[in-house]
């Protein structure tokens, strides 16, 4: 485990203060092929408020790997479990014998006595722990850029609360739209930082990814353990592998390279990766084609491997052999003293998970002027999870949330929000009863994904008609003339 730096492999993050993440192919999001004018709008031709005669294609996201856009979604929530099961593991490898006895031979007593052992080493008081999976492909490290960028590809918040004895998973959508004033990030989301930390003079991916998400959370962070996908193969290989039942034939050979048939069977490191990185199943069903299946699949392995870790016939060497293989897998600030306290403190703790945000926080925003959102006060085009800083505070009340701060201008309420709409007469129902000032124009809209145009200087209006429709597919793009209303054409 590197403990207490921010990396040791200088030569993959060059000193390039305030670096300009241009986001390759993916800067497009849904689209990458599709290019967009300054406006915001594609090329081609235009009608009335800039709407596009020949919509973009709606349908599952693509594009290349970049730290800002958007790749295949979301390469699995692993890293909560993951770390928590590091904990364990790093516990087993290196603590008293009072822990062995707790997951190998459970009496009575024993976990009151491990836990106040455990209080004694880190105290009582709650911490919060930024998890993170770096998707580096290549890389020489957990804090390495390796050739793909170096995102957060996941980010979890670990609360643990040793005084009542619970644990708090708390995680980040990494497409969270956020503010980095003064920082050359055409593409500004929560994952971004991380990327944009690795490319400093000294690196400090992790810092800068803890001072974004503490804001956003509204909760002090200064503990962090970063991972990659590599840490989960290994973790799967030193177990020997883990037994999963396959519900349905998987086939996704241009994403996670994914090629299973249904039925329970052993997977070793790379094959339970490939699983659970699965949202664009090619074998004609519908299983495993969205994110919210990959995070079911997620979940289901995580479990596995847990029971299996803790499980009393498993061979403590094989456990010995998950520390050792993360030792290279894994970063962390955070000592072998820290990570053993907190293990014991505890060890079996209620485990809750609060997800944050929701599809309908998804939408596809167009190039745009932003004041304050960057060094540039210029949005690029791309999938972006807007989430509402409020709902955040309210979620994260119980684990002591300060309130939730975006840097972002707050989203309107819908009766703020005059709004046209051209097409479905059901659409323009659905806003009228949400709240919105609705004027149904009749028909005009063609093609499959609603398109959502505000004044120039309104984008906030877009966001609150793209969360209440709620579709994550929306186009939200600036009108290229002056109007009163927002325009919505749903077809």
């Known amino acids: 485990m590197n403990n207490g730096g921010w990396g040791s492999d200088s030569s993959q993050r060059p000193p390039r203060p305030n670096v300009r993440w241009d986001g390759g192919p993916e800067s497009k999001g849904n689209g990458s092929n599709r290019s967009?004018?300054?406006?915001?709008?594609?090329?081609?031709s235009?009608?009335?408020?800039?709407?596009?005669?020949?919509?973009?294609?709606?349908?599952?996201?693509?594009?290349?790997s970049g730290p800002g856009g958007r790749r295949p979604r979301r390469g699995g929530r692993i890293t909560a479990l993951v770390v928590v099961l590091l904990v364990v593991a790093a516990a087993i490898a290196t603590g008293p014998k009072t822990l062995l006895d707790v997951i190998f031979h459970p009496k009575k007593g024993v976990k009151e006595v491990t836990s106040q052992i455990g209080d004694t080493i880190v105290g009582s008081k709650p911490v919060n722990i930024l998890l993170i999976a770096n998707n580096a492909r290549n890389?020489?490290?957990?804090?390495?850029?390796g050739t793909a960028g170096g995102q957060a590809?996941?980010?979890i918040v670990a609360h643990l609360d040793p005084k009542q004895h619970k644990v708090t998973l708390i995680s980040v959508p990494r497409d969270t739209l956020?503010?980095?004033?003064g920082w050359n990030v055409p593409i500004p989301k929560i994952k971004t930082a991380f990327a944009v930390g690795l490319n400093q003079s000294p690196a400090e991916g992790p810092k800068l990814a803890m001072r974004y998400v503490s804001r956003m959370l509204?909760?002090?962070?200064?503990?962090?353990?970063?991972?990659?996908?590599?840490?989960?193969a290994d973790a799967i290989n030193a177990v020997g592998g883990i037994q999963v039942d396959v519900k349905q034939r998987i086939y996704d050979p241009l994403h996670s390279g994914a090629n299973l048939y249904p039925g329970v069977q052993t997977l070793n490191g790379s094959q339970a990766l490939a699983y659970i990185r699965v949202r664009q199943n090619a074998a004609g069903n519908t299983y495993r084609t969205n994110d919210f299946q990959r995070q079911q699949a997620e979940i289901q392995v995580l479990q596995i491997l847990k029971q299996k870790l803790l499980d009393s016939t498993t061979n403590p060497v094989k456990i010995r052999n998950l520390v050792k293989v993360w030792q290279k897998d894994v970063a962390t600030n955070m000592s072998t003293q820290q990570l053993v306290g907190f293990a014991m403190a505890t060890s079996g703790s209620q485990i809750k998970t609060i997800f944050l945000g929701s599809v309908k926080d998804s939408m596809d925003l167009a190039n745009a002027p932003m004041p304050g959102v960057n060094a540039e006060n210029y949005l690029t085009g791309a999938y972006y999870d807007v989430l509402d800083p409020n709902s955040i505070t309210k979620a994260l009340k119980i684990v002591g949330s300060t309130g939730s701060?975006?840097?972002l201008p707050p989203i309107p309420a819908p009766s703020q929000v005059p709004i046209t709409v051209?097409?479905?007469q059901l659409v323009a129902n659905e806003l009228q009863q949400a709240g919105f000032p609705v004027t149904y124009g009749g028909a005009g809209a063609t093609g499959s994904q609603i398109q959502i145009y505000y004044p120039p200087g309104k984008m906030p209006w877009g966001w609150a008609i793209a969360r209440t429709l709620g579709t994550a597919n929306e186009w939200v793009a600036p009108a290229s003339q002056s109007y009163s209303d927002a325009i919505v054409y749903a077809p």
């Open 36 to 44: 967009r004018t300054s406006g915001g709008q594609s090329t081609g």
């Open 178 to 181: 956020i503010a980095m004033p």
């Open 153 to 155: 590809d996941i980010m």
């Open 422 to 424: 051209y097409g479905s």
């Open 139 to 145: 890389a020489t490290g957990p804090l390495s850029l």
């Open 46 to 64: 235009t009608g009335a408020g800039g709407r596009r005669n020949t919509p973009r294609s709606g349908g599952a996201r693509t594009g290349g």
């Open 405 to 407: 701060d975006l840097g």
């Open 218 to 232: 509204g909760l002090p962070i200064s503990d962090y353990v970063v991972t990659d996908f590599q840490g989960f």
